[in-house]
């Protein structure tokens, strides 16, 4: 398996992620509201800005999320998933680079929750 380390391999990635959460019973009632498509860009930004550095990105992701009535099991729900749909597809060093950030901005975001 080849590593998580193109602009497209982000947006391959956001799409099979999203699917699941989009799919999963606790998670899907967050994003009903939402036009999804249109969302979606700002998701792969993110991601990419995470793994490689690229500029621009300035949404408060913790403050967006402030507001939501998120739990720690939605947050270990999100986690699975995510790491999941990493596994089924990449693997290498931007691979766990995705997964450890994830786990910290899940961790971050849950601890200013509690």
Known sequence: MRDLST????????????KKVLKDESLSPFF??????????RMEHFWNFVLFDEGGYTT?????????PLKKQHFDRWIMLFNQTLDAHFAGENTQKAKQRAALIAWTIGSKMA
């Not at 009903?32 to 860009?41: G, I, L, V, W």
């Open 7 to 18: 602009k497209a391999d982000t947006t391959f990635f956001v799409n099979a992620f999203y």
């Open 60 to 68: 408060n992701v913790t403050a967006v999320h402030a507001a939501m």
């Open 32 to 41: 009903a509201h939402m036009d999804f498509e249109k969302h979606k860009p």
